[in-house]
Every structure is written in C-alpha cells, then in structure tokens.
C-alpha cells in the first residue's frame, strides 16, 4: 500500500511539470540589454519545428516600476525541437532601458507545421533578468 501511495505521490508531482512545458512551447533564458543590442536566449520547448517568434520585453527599475520597451522583438527562422538560441536585436533605444532588472516573455510562436501558440495574456513563458 505505501508503495502504491508513493508512486502516486511521483505521478501527481510529475504532471504539473509536463504540463508547464506543454504550455510553454518557447523558454525564454535570459535577457541582456548590452550598449544598444537586446539578447534572449531561448530554447524550443514544443516538440516541434519553430518557423517564427515575437517576445515582449519589460524593464524594472530599483523601485519596481515596470518601462515596458516599446518594440516587440521578432524573427522567423527554421529551429529543430529542443533546439537553442540566441537571438539579438540592434536598436538605439536600448540605452534608455538601462534598468537592473528585464523580463522578456513570449507573446507568439508559429510552426512549420501552420500550428501556433499565443500567449493568453498570464506571461507563462517568461524569465527576468539581472543586469550585469
């Protein structure tokens, strides 16, 4: 009986983390706001081929007010499932959002195969960064 429990335990542990990257289709890893360059690092979490993404980015201050940058960071290129990148923008609005923290998440994502995924508006695939 406890053994049954204890497996029970495991199943019930494991499926929100299935779930969580089922959800998540692109993981963002990292932000970096460098001179006038904006990095994410992200990975293709879907299982699938990804044909293109568009990422928001907000930057906090030392107060916890959120700049939101105002241009949504976009490519389109052929990446494997489970595949990374590092995908970087040049803008000269970069050094206005000089701020020591940076969350990017992901608002859409499109697949080789016509499918895509929107974000619902809860920011579930996100990562905040600290400035170095």
Known sequence: MKIVMALSMLLLVGLPVQAQ??????QPTLVKNLDSQLAVDFQNTSGKPLASYQFSLSFYDSNGHAHPFPQALSGTVQMHANAHRTAIWQTKLAPHFMFPYAQVFLQQATFTDGTSWVDDGSH?????????
């Open 124 to 132: 579930s695939c996100s990562v905040m960064s600290i400035a170095e």
């Open 21 to 26: 990257s089922v959800a998540c289709p692109v």
